[in-house]
Every structure is written in C-alpha cells, then in structure tokens.
C-alpha cells in the first residue's frame, strides 16, 4: 500500500507569535536550528555540522545542492524545439500551446502535436491579427511572430506567501518547491505550514542565496520561476478559458511496478515457449553471443537451437536447454541487442486504495521501416466484434521513435491480434456494458473506441492513471499533481472527514458520496486537506456484513479496521459501485489521458496516448539501433 502524503499525523498548523505577518517580509527566528545557524550556512564552505542544523527542518536533498550554489534548483527550463517547415510531435505541440495562450484559436487548443484543422484556423487567426500573409500554414514569418508574442505575454501575478497562507498560490509554490526536490515531499493542500516553511528556508539558501526570512516573494517565486516551467492558471483560447499549466516533475515512467524478482522473458524452450518471437529473441542472442555454428533466425526451437542454448548455459548456468530467468540473464548481459523479442512483464499498481496485480504478455519487432508491437489475446466466452481490432491502432498509431542525433524516424504501431498460447492474453467477452477491466470486455460497451484501447495499454504493461496517491501520480506521469480547488466547500475539512467515517461505519456507498461530493468536494488542494484530517481520526472497527440472497444479490463485507489511509479504507468498507468510485476519485489524482479517466478529467494538455507510454519502446530501439530515442508525434 501507498502512504498517504501530507501533514504528519497529530501535526496542526499554527502561525508562532514570532512569525511574520503574510505581507511583510522579514527573518524568521527557527527553534530548531537558529540564526546563527543558518549564518553558518550561509558561508561558502559550510561545515556538516552546520548542515546537520537544518537536516531535519529543511530535508537532505535541497540541503546536499548547496555545495553547488551557482545553478537554480531545478535547472533551467529547456529552450523549446524550433518548428521546421512540415514539422509535427513536440514541435506542433508548442506552436499549438502558444497558440492557444494567445487567443488566436476559438476554444483551447489541444496539445497533441497533430496539425489538424482546429490548429490551422488557430494560425490563420493569428496571421490575420497581426498583418500577416493568411496561409494557415506555420511559416518562418509567422513563427517569428508567434514566438515574439508569447515572450511578450505577461508573466503570472505572484502573491507572496508565508507561514499561515492558504490558496491557490501556495500550492504553486508547493509545486515548484517539490520540483526542485523538497525533502520530504510537500502535499499539494495550499497550506503553508511548518513543513514547507522548512523547504521554503532551504530553497532560499541554496537557490536564491539570501539570508533566509521564510517567505516566498517576488524574488523567491523568480527563481522558482526560472528553475520550473508552470504552475500557474492562465486563459487559453477566445473563450479565456482558465487552465491550470502542468508543472514538470520528474520523469514519467507509465509502466506498471514490476514484481521483484520476475523476469520480462518468457521462460523459452523445453518446457515453455518453442515457436514466435520469444524463440526470435533466444536465437539472435545466442547468435551474438558466439553460437557455432550460426543458427537460422527462423523463431522455431528445435535440436540446433537446444544444442547453441546449451553450450552458452555451459559454465554460466545450469544446463537445462531451457531459457529460463538466469538464462536470459545472462543473454541480456551478452547480447542486449535484437531486433525482435517477446515480453512477459509482471507487475502491480495501486489504483483507488487497491492493489492489482497483472501479468502482460506482448511482443516487438524492428522492420525495416517500421516498429511493430503486438498484443496477442485468446478470447474466450463470446466473440469479440471486428470493431474493436479497429480501435487500437486509431488510438495508438500516433507516434514515431526519433534519434533527434541522427534524425533516424521509426514509426511504432501497435496491433492486437487473436491467438492462444502461452504468450498470450487472456479475456472473456461478456454481455452487458458493465466497466471493462484487464481480463473481461463487454459487448455493450458504449465507449468501446476509448475502452479497449485503454486495456490494450494494460496489455502492453501500462499502469492505470486514475485514482492515484499524489507520489504514484508524480511518477506515472512526470508532473506535479495539480493544485485544482484549493478554496473547497464551506464545509471544513474536518467535518468532511468525520463524514466519510460514518459513511464507512454504515457501509454506504452513497453516504460517502454525499459527505464529499455532495458537500460540494472537487479535486485538488483542498481534497487533500481532508485526506490528511483523516488521517487524524481514530481507528474504527467494522462489523461484517452478511450478504442477502436477493435477487438482487447484495455482495457481503468483512470485518475491518480503519488505518487512516482513506483510499484503501473506501475500497476496503464499501462495495464496488459507483458512489464508491466517485469517492476514491475526488480524494485522488487522475489523468486525462487514454490511461487515465479521460470522461472525468478534463485537461487539453494531456489526453489520449502520450508520448511516456512508449518509453519503454525508445529503449528497445537505442539498444537495437543506437542513440538515444523520443516518441513524438508523427
């Protein structure tokens, strides 16, 4: 299970007599560490004592840069690609953003990297507006001009903040603070509290080299600013549409957690996988490795194949003349490189307080002109409609691999195809429009274009990206979690959490709903606040709940105890129905994305595939090709 983030149990937030007021800076006297301390940290040569001072207050990664005083935390944001003529992927993204902040498109313009017509009419709107020849096309000219406007836009209003402010600008500040590697993370709840006071201090010493006063003004937020892109609502579009803009974290690894231990080959041979291209995979690699003589890449395991896998086993492993997990080791050390091979990735997620595990089987192959992953599923039940076949590549076929080194361009397409065996899937087809998961698809579906592709994706080992813990969130998707609301309901925090508590201790669903929802909870800062007032509460134990016959049937629940972790707590004393589900959602993070919950989030900055959910596949073609590789639109 993941720990819930935010405020340490038992911690409340109170401003000392000798803070300051929000508006007026000054330094801050600090019970832990001291003046003199932080004076002490201030010298260029800081003693580990002096460091050891703030360790606690201010975290070891913040305070670990500060032997290297001479770079913002961070970084400094990456200067965008130029837009050549006919260019798409990351660069069309860029225009399509700019675009969109300038007002020249009707509505927010979706930044999938496609030059579709709404993007063309964004850009004959602008050329219009500002004396250009009217081409709809993105020419140098009206490059220039794009470019020469944003710069001119201006930068967000900051409201500088202290110990004691809440809103939605400290939890820009929370953003950027965690961006720039505030230890412990900070909860995205627009509390400025003790904890970030600390993270606060020590972004100050190392970043912006002052004598600390706790606060983060105009030039605090400069570097912040400088360091990580962000962190802000600006109006996209003619519409002035608000939109909260995404703040980088990290890099995003979109694939599911996988199990300790587990190998991503087949076991390949006597015993497992004797044809396709996990035997593809063996015999590239024992052909690299040396075999005598060279063996017929032909993905049919037989006596030549058994003998060359045999003798490299020899001296190294058990000789088994089955490519088990120690075997493929010891290729992968050999011989990393081919241009076709078979995974088999086990691995779990924690999605709405549960953990799911899922074992994913698919394949890869390097063509001359193209990169082909293939999802192979043995239906069984009732049988899947043609369509489906359909949905995956209209949703998935949007990408390419660039070496940006080279320029090399390799299409990635993706295919699901029927077929048993033990490299593959398996799903039942049901009737009914129930919510499809990894293993059972429905006839009635009436979203299937976004539902099987959102499980092709399980199928080629991507995590769920809805109903997330903020760290999980950060990780799938590269990006802080957003502030969202950070005014709420008028209903304090407190009283919503005591509110789900009951509802648990009446197993009723509609009852949580009610206590969160209905109270007018939305996503975001002000969520997470109630999320660690939770925390606070004390443990309750719950009856079981013995099923009724029906019909209907009415699920029985067992016996719990409350933890305080209140997503694992609304999945473990409630029944799975929607009220549950509507729950676990306000309380947690999801994206907008086709692994994510694209019904419920809206965000025109991140929808449908992206570009991490093939990372896994840029590292397949740097091992096979060289270089290094980005998905990018095509």
């Not at 935010?6 to 803070?19: L, T, Y």
């Not at 500002?130 to 490059?143: H, I, K, S």
């Not at 820009?172 to 400025?192: E, H, S, Y």
């Not at 698919?362 to 599923?377: G, H, L, P």
Request: no cysteine.
């Amino acid at each position: 299970m993941t720990a819930p983030e935010g405020p340490i149990p038992g911690q409340r937030i109170v401003k000392p007599a000798d803070a300051p007021d929000t508006n007026v800076p000054g330094p801050l006297r600090l019970p832990a560490a001291g003046n003199a301390a932080i004076a002490r940290l201030l010298q260029s040569a800081p003693s580990p004592a002096a460091l050891g001072d703030l360790m606690q207050l201010a975290g070891n990664s913040l305070l670990a840069r500060i032997a290297l005083p001479s770079a913002p935390a961070g970084g400094a944001p990456p200067a965008p690609a130029g837009l050549a003529g006919g260019a798409t992927g990351s660069e069309i993204a860029d225009l399509q953003m700019k675009l969109s902040r300038l007002q020249a498109s009707a509505a927010p313009l979706t930044e999938d990297g496609k030059f579709g017509p709404l993007t063309e009419a964004a850009v004959r709107t602008f050329q219009g507006s500002n004396g250009l020849e009217v081409t709809g096309q993105p020419d140098a000219a009206t490059r220039t001009a794009v470019d020469t406007a944003f710069a001119a836009l201006s930068p967000p209003v900051r409201v500088q903040v202290a110990l004691g402010s809440t809103g939605l600008d400290v939890g820009f500040a929370q953003q950027k603070l965690n961006a720039a590697g505030a230890t412990p993370r900070l909860a995205i709840n627009g509390v400025f509290d003790n904890t970030m006071l600390g993270a606060v201090i020590a972004y100050e010493i190392v970043a912006v080299h002052r004598f600390p006063q706790g606060i983060v003004d105009a030039t605090v937020w400069a570097a912040l600013d400088a360091g990580t892109q962000g962190g802000f609502v600006a109006d996209e579009g003619a519409s002035n549409t608000p939109i909260e803009q995404l703040t980088p974290s990290g890099t995003a690894n979109a694939l599911g957690v996988q199990v300790a231990g587990t190998s991503l080959h087949p076991v390949t041979g006597v015993g497992g996988l004797t044809s396709g291209p996990a035997v593809h995979e063996l015999q590239q690699k024992l052909n690299t490795a040396g075999a005598t003589p060279p063996l017929k890449d032909d993905g049919s395991f037989g006596p030549k194949t058994r003998a060359a896998l045999q003798a490299f086993q020899n001296g190294k492993v058990p000789v088994t003349g089955t490519a088990d997990a120690a075997t493929w080791a010891a290729l992968d050390a050999a011989a990393p490189a081919t241009t076709t091979g078979s995974i088999s990735r086990t691995w779990d997620e924690v999605v709405g307080g549960a953990t799911y595990g899922l074992t994913s089987n698919y394949s890869w192959e390097i063509q001359k002109t193209r990169m082909v992953v293939t999802a192979k599923v043995n239906f069984v039940g009732l049988a899947p409609p043609a369509a489906w076949f359909g949905h995956v590549p209209a949703k998935w076929n949007q990408f390419q691999g660039v070496d940006p080194a080279t320029g090399r361009t390799m299409p990635i397409d993706f295919q699901m195809t029927r077929g048993g065996g033990g490299d593959s899937n398996t799903v039942e087809v049901k009737r009914g429009n129930d919510r499809a998961n990894a293993g059972e698809w429905y006839l009635g579906d009436t979203d299937a274009a976004n539902t099987i592709p959102h499980e092709y994706g399980h199928l080629i080992g991507l995590q769920d990206e809805y109903q997330l813990h903020p760290a999980d969130y950060v990780r799938v998707t590269g990006h802080e979690p957003p502030v969202g609301d950070a005014g709420g309901p008028a209903t304090p925090p407190a009283t919503i959490a005591t509110g789900i508590q009951a509802a648990m201790v009446a197993r009723s669903g509609v009852a949580a709903k009610a206590a969160t929802v209905g109270a007018g909870l939305k996503p975001g800062a002000y969520a997470q606040r109630v999320v660690a007032e939770y925390a606070l509460l004390a443990p309750v134990n719950l009856a079981a709940v013995a099923e009724v016959p029906g019909p209907p049937k009415i699920t029985g629940l067992p016996a719990f105890t409350t933890t305080g972790e209140v997503l694992s707590d609304l999945d473990n004393a409630l029944r799975d129905d929607l009220p549950r589900y509507d729950t676990i959602q306000v309380l947690s993070y999801s994206s907008g994305s086709i692994m994510g919950d694209q019904s419920r989030v809206k965000d025109p900055h991140d929808h449908g595939a992206q570009p991490r959910h093939l990372a896994q596949f840029m590292t397949i073609l740097g091992q096979a090709l060289g270089g290094t590789w980005e998905a990018r639109r095509r």
